[in-house]
């Protein structure tokens, strides 16, 4: 005999504290849940264990993952030890995110919105074919008009290949990301100064000396990665007599892994590169085979600025000749410094004009604007330039290359306002020392390319207006990154920016993404700005505060439970790919991206034929015969997964990820790996020390009326100026900075362990002025912002923590919290920074991306 225990969703939600009917939207966030069943019997049946690999949905490194499934269901993660960025390893989020699959909290089935907009939403349940024909329809009709209307806005897309770009591109959308609040002023300086695409990064197996500028070591992840590799390569640097010095204004939790603690002043990074370069140079420690060779640095220059060119190539001195010769001519020999008269006219090499800009730069120049002491900066000067060992070579794989065993690792730190020209300088101070791309080095990629943009920015035409919403060959921002936050701006102020009211962006597509509503600065522009929009999707497993606000439909994404690649698995030193793979059916009526995708494209008839979504899809996984897809057959997501696999040549297909779980190809050679190694070395590039281009659009934005503050960093020389913050009025006497908890860094999502472990907002004050202002640790305190542009102020109320890690003149907030969704598990937990900082001019780079410091008071709530 045997009897059933049933359990209904009534019963469970009586039986539990999830407070779900706290939900205004409860009933249609959580959606049926279906009825768990134990069967009691005498000879129970032994229950179908499997262990499955899949990847990590919800960290940045896309760590590998081992499922424990019984019956079904997911009820253990674990770290797969073949993966090589974790190697068995997973942190508490990664551990974590099993909740993520059983949230009752999330959005179960499709929503569309019942009420008006900036107010929480209210909801009625749909089916899948009615949210997405609402969509598609609403996608026809913008399209009609102008398919740039439609904004597709990523939070991070995990598949740029499938979602950036063959959807994106089939709809013909404007594709904004997150970049411009995350490095992209670093990125589109190493394009434009070096040419890879990427951030700073040390050569961890080999480098010696690193400078920590900006990155939270143990607690931050980086360029690349999450946390868990970039620790690894640290520990094992250090375990080999790695020295780091760390420059913040916030020492967190650097004191066990850094050698030194500069805790510069906020926004003053140049200041510090520049003298750095001062440093180096006076000291006679530069690598100058490197800078003759592989920079154009021995280029002449003219008095207005420009190259000496013939038949527009540039030329050099060359000092066997004692005449001017093209850079590139066989034999020739180019003077590194010096000033000549070439035809009557007086030139200069690049370098002896960057030699005499960087002697006003001096360590006790700067030791006054950054906050420091002269001898320390002296000290890590001397230092770089003693552990670069300029000469020094070493042998990889039979190919003898230099050794320049000094690094930088660098990330967020570049988004301030002077953060381009700031990236730029610290680039320098690797070019100075030959220490680009050498072993040991700045590593700015796994392997060496050249992205287009070196070339691109060199040959930038400004436009006349009108512009377009992004700004893009702008006399305000030559040199761009697409701002969501400025093309807020713009809505709001099409006129100011010359952009046509017609040509203002109707409906956007929220791609897993939080940022207007709370994870981007300038909040309550966003608030404003979205409000203007006819239409808006969001895709995402929870009702997010954006979406709760402004979506008309909300799509329900899946979380680890669907087929998403391929992707990169690869630590820097291997090469690897992996898949994530659905470990469990879903338990709710949520779909992955992909296959929202392909439903979407169909309805819009946009999926089949030339050009259609299965087309794009083609060429952007370069899917090859006969294993492309059928451009007139509907495939699923694992039969799409399926064709590149087998295209790369893997016996089964997609089975091969299912049953190993890694695609390991061994480790990256040296001469894929380091741009001295490409053949020619740095295939052909040159790097920029001297931006001639940024000066040509200096003059070029002034002749077309720009006004100074867009057009007045865009130098050939990285120059300092004050930052425009340090305008506002003196009672603002304190910088707020804003970073990331690794506890919520790249979360995606609430999780209750997430929440245990940083349960509120807490913001780190020096206890010396704390005390002149009479706050004691655990008070509440009002911190108020200040524009210094606009006269605008903001406040929010927030506990306080005092902390001597920190500089008396700054405080820090975390980039977290706010109520990032409707959920109860983010209740309560204090405000987001991002309502303080501001968006525009002041606040954002010369190549519009935003930055994370403002200057405010505080006071005692």
């Known amino acids: 005999m045997s009897r059933s225990l049933k359990v209904t969703r009534r019963g469970f939600l009586k039986g539990s504290a999830a407070g779900g009917g706290a939900l205004a939207a409860g009933r249609f966030l959580s959606g049926p849940l279906e009825t768990l069943v134990a069967r009691v019997s005498g000879a129970p049946a032994a229950a179908e264990e499997k262990w499955l690999p899949t990847t990590c949905w919800i960290g940045k490194q896309d760590c590998g993952i081992l499922a424990r499934v019984i019956d079904g269901r997911v009820v253990k993660l674990e770290g797969d030890p073949t993966h090589p960025r974790n190697r068995g390893t997973l942190c508490p989020k990664g551990v974590g995110q099993i909740t ?11 929503l569309i919105r019942t009420n008006g907009k900036g107010v929480s939403g209210q909801w009625r349940q749909a089916s899948w074919d009615e949210a997405l024909n609402l969509v598609a329809d609403k996608l026809k009709e913008v399209r009609a008009r102008d398919p740039k209307l439609v904004l597709w806005q990523k939070g991070r897309s995990k598949q740029e290949a499938i979602y950036d770009n063959a959807f994106g591109n089939t709809i013909g959308a404007t594709k904004v990301g997150h970049g411009s609040y995350c490095s992209d002023a670093g990125y589109r300086a190493a394009e434009y100064t ?32 999450c946390q868990i590799t970039w620790n690894q390569q640290l520990i094992q640097a250090r375990e080999r007599g790695m020295k780091v010095v760390a420059i913040d204004p916030y020492k967190r939790n650097v004191g066990p892994f850094a050698d030194e603690w500069l805790p510069i002043k906020p926004g003053t990074d140049l200041a510090l590169a520049l003298a750095l370069c001062n440093a180096i140079i006076a000291q006679g420690t530069i690598d100058r085979e490197y800078l003759s060779r592989y920079t154009n640095a021995p280029f002449l220059v003219q008095a207005d600025g420009t190259f000496l060119r013939v038949d527009g190539k540039e030329q050099v001195w060359d000092e066997a000749t004692s005449a001017p010769q093209l850079f590139d001519a066989k034999g020739v020999k180019p003077a590194l410094e010096g000033s000549y008269t070439v035809q009557g006219k007086a030139v200069t090499t690049a370098f002896q004009l960057f030699k005499g800009h960087m002697a006003q730069y001096t360590p006790a120049w700067a030791a006054g604007v950054c906050g420091l002491a002269a001898a320390d900066i002296e000290q890590v000067g001397k230092e770089l330039g003693q552990n670069a060992m300029v000469g020094s070579t070493v042998v990889l794989e039979g190919v003898t290359l230099p050794y320049r065993p000094v690094g930088i690792m660098a990330y967020h730190v570049s988004q301030q306002e002077l953060g381009f020209q700031f990236y730029r300088a610290m680039y320098m101070i690797m070019m100075l020392v030959g220490a680009v791309e050498a072993v040991g080095g700045l590593r700015i990629d796994s392997t060496w390319k050249v992205h287009a943009n070196y070339d691109a920015f060199d040959k930038i035409k400004i436009k006349d207006p009108p512009y377009d919403y992004t700004l893009g060959s702008s006399k305000f921002f030559p040199v761009r990154t697409s701002n969501p936050g400025m093309i807020a701006k713009v809505m709001l102020d099409p006129e100011k920016y010359q952009v046509p009211a017609d040509k203002l962006p109707e409906m956007v597509i929220l791609h897993m993404s939080n940022g207007p509503g709370v994870s981007f600065t300038d909040s309550p522009t966003f608030m404003e700005a979205y409000k203007k929009l006819k239409f808006v999707a969001a895709i995402d497993p929870w009702l997010s505060r954006t979406a709760d606000l402004f979506a008309d439909v909300v799509l329900p994404a899946s979380t680890m439970e669907k087929y998403e690649g391929p992707i990169g698995a690869g630590d820097m030193y291997t090469d690897a790919t992996v898949f994530r793979l659905p470990v469990m059916d879903p338990i709710f009526d949520s779909k992955g991206e992909l296959d929202i995708y392909l439903d979407l494209c169909e309805k819009a008839g946009l999926l089949y034929g030339k050009d259609g979504f299965l087309d794009r899809l083609n060429t952007e996984l370069a899917l090859k015969d006969p294993n492309k897809l059928n451009v007139n057959t509907k495939p699923t997501a694992r039969d799409v997964a399926d064709s590149w696999a087998k295209s790369q040549g893997l016996d089964g297909g997609i089975r091969y990820f299912e049953t190993k779980g890694v695609w390991d190809k061994g480790p990256v050679s040296a001469k894929k790996y380091y741009g001295y190694a490409a053949s020619p070395p740095f295939n052909g590039l040159r790097a920029r020390l001297y931006g001639e281009a940024l000066l040509r659009y200096q003059k070029e934005q002034q002749a077309k009326g720009a006004s100074q503050i867009y057009w007045q960093d865009y130098t050939a020389l990285p120059t300092w100026r004050a930052p425009t913050m340090w305008a506002s009025p003196r009672e603002y006497d304190l910088t707020l900075i804003s970073y990331k908890k690794i506890e919520f860094k790249q979360s995606r999502t609430p999780l209750p362990l997430v929440q245990e472990l940083a349960p509120e907002q807490r913001m780190a004050i020096n206890p010396a002025a704390a005390r002149t202002r009479g706050i004691q640790d655990g008070d509440e305190a009002w911190v108020e912002s ?23 003149d700054v405080v820090g907030l975390p980039h977290h919290y706010g109520g990032i969704a409707r959920h109860p598990w983010t209740e309560a937990q204090g405000p987001t920074p991002n309502t303080l900082f501001f968006t525009g001019e002041g606040y954002v780079t010369n190549t519009a991306d935003n930055t994370f410091h403002v200057r405010v008071r505080v006071y005692k709530a």
């Open 786 to 808: 200040h524009n210094a542009i606009t006269n605008e102020t903001r406040r929010v109320k927030v506990k306080v923590e005092l902390t001597e890690a920190i500089r008396p």
């Open 194 to 225: 070096i040419g890879p695409h990427a951030n700073a990064n040390p050569d961890f197996r080999y480098t010696r000396y690193m400078l920590s500028w900006g990155w939270n070591i143990a607690n931050g992840g980086g360029n690349k990665f």
């Open 100 to 110: 993520a699959l059983y949230d009752y909290n999330r959005v179960k089935t499709p």
